[in-house]
């Protein structure tokens, strides 16, 4: 039986092919597109005021409410901007780190920079969190550290939210950069150089252009993962994020219909992104 | 390779569709309502053996098992004595309780007013049998037989205990010692300790705002916190709006606020007693006092459910009847810092004032207290059905804290 089994397969590579693929491609069917559709269908169901049943009828009044309702397209607009805060800035913390990993650290201090980078990933991201809670309270080490500056730190608030965001994601900034800039031969470096290209230039007309992708790759991890949280801006301060009020309404108000259609509104910020990411060429690079 | 690419999006996006089409015609209709109206034979008739273990949703210090504090521990000999292993699962508010009863994994749950009522509607508890809990018999009678656990003469449910919100200050900072709610509500007081004033993080807490307008603008005409028409409720968020400015931080999480004391981030807002427990004992903190503000206050009178879907509805009897009786009662309205429900406990609990202090024999006393109820249209007198329900709270409280 096993040997007309591997016979037939032999024979016959692309059903090989489809027996292999069924299980991988039929999981991202059913768990990913299948509860996105669950998700679109839901956004447009309703809640019945009076009973709080969810009533099965079609329609577009949740988008018009999140649309007429000006509290929501404030928390929509301070999510993303957060998000892009986030993204600028592990862009600009990353790059050099990358680029003395790619470019300048020998073999060994190269390895114990990746390692480096990697091991906050290792340690849970709530004590993570919680850390960063410890740090920037009251009584904490940063308003301890400011003090004779007689300064004082961010406190709780829209601030710690981009520090401690910054900080989560930044490893996923740091890789996709260091592997961008390591493709980079340096032999365009060389030349550049001998064409007369001082440091300035060469980073800005040869460097910069060849790891744009990589940046690009990078900021869709920071930026979507910001995107999508909602447990730091629930620890390090009370702003709410998308996340948020999709909690709420699932978990407080009950009303998944509501909550089904602002879920919505990441993805189709995600959808705009990754298109412009495609155009940019980030896609190549991941 | 572009045209490619393409044929792959558009592939997936209609795969999307496609499902999201098939989706939508699986769902035309199921019912998934519960029987609401339940009678008396739904309930257990005769206890049997226990289970082994019982799943609780429940307060934070309403169930301990001596983790949190070695002295604490009402759990442990209810363990040895019916078999019975206790899992609790803290729920932070109303809501997630609700949520979480939903999910049919838990046998039962501390309930306050606020949920018993959604639970007993949506069918997701079942009838109590009181005869089965011989503790019973010593509750206090005004806690028997009230709206939150009765219905249509049906017990659903054992009363725990009741309380009230407190109003928990810093006295190192917060000088002078304050003694209404208006240290925390009034713009011009709370901005004295603008971004160290808490909230408690629930659209519930909207009656709090509304308890302090009842007293501080009768022409409001507010009687009932939970029953506001659209000019008493708009004040009422008015008024936290205002508050938003000088807010540090919201909690629902009892560590949460637990912490935000301790590290001095916040230093006045409301709590519970237990947090405030939990802050006094911590040395590293600084002194903190809880008091009830002249005003009056929120407050809660909670009680056990059994799940419909109950797996260990014997165990689940056992508690019921463990967390009345008189010593584990006694035990936890300490801790917790509520008023029992047994009136026997009274004569058991370590500070012999306990009951006098948290007044639980004072009717007068818990006429003040608003018990968390759930916010439904119908305002329950000649206002009809203007009244602003929970949905509308919900989105309310989304607003006010922006």
Known sequence: MGRRLTGFLWRHPRAQLGLLLSGPVGWLVIAYLGSLAVLFVASLWQLDDFSGEIVHDYGLQNFQELWETPVYRTIVGRTVAIAAAVTVTDAILAFPIAFYMAKVATPRVRALLVVAVLMPLWSSYLVKVYSWRIMLQESGIVNWLLEPFGLHGPGFGNVATWLVFSYLWLPFMVLPIYAGLERIPDSVLDASGDLGGKPWMTFRRVILPLALPAVVAGSIFTFSLTLGDYITPQLVSSTQFIGNVVYANVGIANNLPLAAAFATVPVAIMIVYLLIARRLGAFESL | ?402
């Open chain 2, 1 to 402: 390779m572009k045209t490619g690419q393409w044929r792959w999006w558009t592939a997936l996006a209609a795969l999307t569709l496609a499902l999201a089409a098939l989706t939508a015609a699986g769902c035309g209709d199921d019912d998934d309502g519960g029987d609401g109206g339940g009678d008396e034979s739904a309930a257990l008739q005769k206890l049997g053996k226990g289970e082994g273990e019982v799943n609780l949703i429940a307060w934070a210090g309403y169930v301990e098992d001596g983790s949190t504090d070695p002295n604490v521990d009402w759990v442990s000999d209810f363990e040895k004595e019916t078999g019975c292993k206790v899992n609790t699962k803290i729920g932070n508010t109303s809501d997630e309780m609700v949520t979480l009863m939903r999910t049919g994994s838990y046998d039962g749950v501390s309930a306050s007013g606020d949920a018993t009522r959604r639970l007993i509607a949506g069918g997701d508890v079942d009838p109590v049998n009181v005869d089965l809990v011989p503790n019973y018999k010593d509750i206090f009678p005004a806690l028997k037989n009230q709206p939150w656990n009765t219905v249509d003469d049906v017990n659903y449910g054992i009363p725990h205990g009741r309380g009230a919100n407190l109003l928990m200050y810093n006295k190192d900072v917060v000088k002078p010692a304050p003694d209404s709610w208006g240290a925390v509500l009034d713009p011009a007081e709370a901005a004295k300790y603008k971004g160290k004033v808490t909230a408690y993080d629930n659209p519930i807490y909207i009656a709090d705002a509304a308890l302090y307008l009842k007293a501080t603008q009768p022409d409001l005409g507010i009687d009932n916190v939970y029953e506001l028409d659209d000019k008493q409720f708009n004040a009422a968020v008015d008024l936290l709006k205002e508050q938003r400015d000088n807010i540090g931080e919201y909690w629902s999480d009892y560590t949460k606020e637990q912490a935000a004391f301790t590290g001095g981030d916040s230093v006045i807002g409301t709590t519970w007693q237990v947090i405030a427990n939990l802050v006094q004992a911590d040395k590293k903190s600084p002194p903190v006092e809880a008091i009830l503000p002249k005003e009056g206050a929120t407050g809660w009178s909670d009680t056990w459910m059994i799940s419909s879907e109950a797996e260990h509805p014997n165990c689940m009897y056992e508690w019921m009847n463990h967390i009345v009786s008189p010593k584990a009662n006694a035990a936890v309205a300490e801790w917790f810092g509520e008023a029992p429900a047994n009136e026997k406990s009274c004569a058991l609990t370590a500070n012999k004032d306990h009951c006098d202090i948290f007044h639980a024999d004072d009717e007068q006393f818990f006429d003040q207290v608003a018990y968390w109820q759930t916010p439904t249209s119908d305002c329950g007198d000649d206002r009809g059905s203007t009244c602003k329900d929970y949905s509308e709270w919900v989105k309310a409280w989304t607003e006010i804290k922006g």
